[in-house]
């Protein structure tokens, strides 16, 4: 099942080219008072909210992709966990390329471990990057996204998959520099997420998919999640051993070689086999 998130926070079954609208399925959701849960509602109550919605199908107005405005498919994901240096040629080029390195020494996410983005980076690909610094390099990263489906912590690698909701295209967009990650990769609008999540059932293998990036149709970025040093049951291990997992929890599994800079006025297609594909454009800098 794809489901997404569009126009005013509507919630959509993708269908091919099409968008039914099934938005009463949220009805299903509690109403909450203070303190509120720190998970995202709709990844917390999935089950029922996909039964919902195939009760729906039927009688749903249907709209076509194109002239809706793609939101994040998950809306209030309690962290964004990044995983740095993931793959093999990311690692060679980031040694080779200090515009990346910035004096550090790269070398491995057993070393380096994880990294926090703010939620407030967030958006879908119906939005649009808004660049913050202009007088540093900005760069597209584009990754296989999960989305944690079940409260958890200290997960067996050989569980790790059981607790994913589903996947989805993530945009880590990266100001370069010296500081920490967190800082440099928590910009509103750097974290793009969509254009829908596609229900972990229908991703057998989320670790043989294909992946690439393209900026105004120039191929940039190509590769394949069977390349990643640290596999995506692996990356839950590694997340769950440190935080509490929580459902909305989304995890962006790196980035493969071809980073490079974005810049005002710039088209970014990004894909992911199994998942979609999807455009974002790039707008002026931050006034």
Known sequence: MKLCRFDSGRLGLVEGSDVLDVSPALDLLPALRYPLPQE??????????????????QGAVRRPVSAVRLLSPVANPPKIIGAPINYRAHIDESVKDQGIAHGRNVTSIHDWGLFLKSSTSLIGFGEQIVLRRPDRRNDHECELALVIGARCSKVARA???????????????TVRGPEFQCWRKSVDT????????VTADEVPDPDALDLSLSVNGELRQASNTRQLVLDVAGLIEMASAMY???PGDVIMTG??????PIKPGDTIRAAVQGVGEAVVQVGEHYA
Not at 159 to 173: F, P, Q
Not at 190 to 197: D, F, R, T
């Open 40 to 57: 995202d509602l709709l990844i917390a109550h999935l089950p029922a909210v996909r039964s919902a919605v195939l009760q729906l199908r």
């Open 159 to 173: 569980d790790a998959l059981r607790h994913v909701a589903g996947y989805t295209i993530g945009l880590d967009i």
């Open 190 to 197: 750097y974290s793009v997420l969509g254009p829908w999540l």
């Open 244 to 246: 509490t997992l929580m």
């Open 255 to 260: 980035t493969p070689a071809g980073v490079g």
